[in-house]
Nanobody, 130 residues
Framework: QVQLVESGGGLVQAGGSLRLSCAAS????????MGWFRQAPGKEREFVAN????????YYVDSVKGRFTISRDNAKNSVYLQMNSLKPEDTAVYYC???????????????????????WGQGTQVTVSS
């Protein structure tokens, strides 16, 4: 059974940094993409960034480009989200998720809907104070 466990959330002042981690287990993920989403109170779950498990393709929502970096460590079956220059509007519960690419040539930019992902972590709270 696939399991995703996030860690690294917390409280930080505006302009600060946090690094989220997501450890995956249960099977191999060579044909999948890993995504980070976030959900603020009263809002829908929002795509943040994703990365192919194989290869170097990444994609970001415009609001985090230049501030957030997604990366992975295949040996540790883990994906990370380095978040710099945090803003109060980044406050949310952050979730990692895994979804099948379908074919290895699929553009990672087409996997921005929560419906593209089959497995989800429990979420980790990120709070940015002004």
């Amino acid at each position: 059974q696939v399991q995703l466990v996030e860690s690294g959330g917390g409280l930080v002042q505006a302009g600060g940094s946090l690094r989220l981690s997501c450890a995956a287990s249960g099977r191999t993920f060579s044909r999948d993409a890993m995504g980070w989403f976030r959900q603020a109170p009263g809002k829908e779950r929002e795509f943040v960034a994703n990365i192919k498990w194989s290869g170097s393709s990444t994609y970001y929502v415009d609001s985090v480009k230049g501030r957030f970096t997604i990366s992975r460590d295949n040996a540790k079956n883990s994906v990370y989200l380095q978040m710099n220059s945090l803003k109060p509007e980044d406050t949310a519960v952050y979730y990692c998720a895994i979804g099948p690419l379908g074919n290895p040539w699929r553009s990672i930019a087409t996997m921005t809907s929560p419906h593209d992902y089959d497995y989800w972590g429990q979420g980790t709270q990120v709070t940015v104070s002004s």
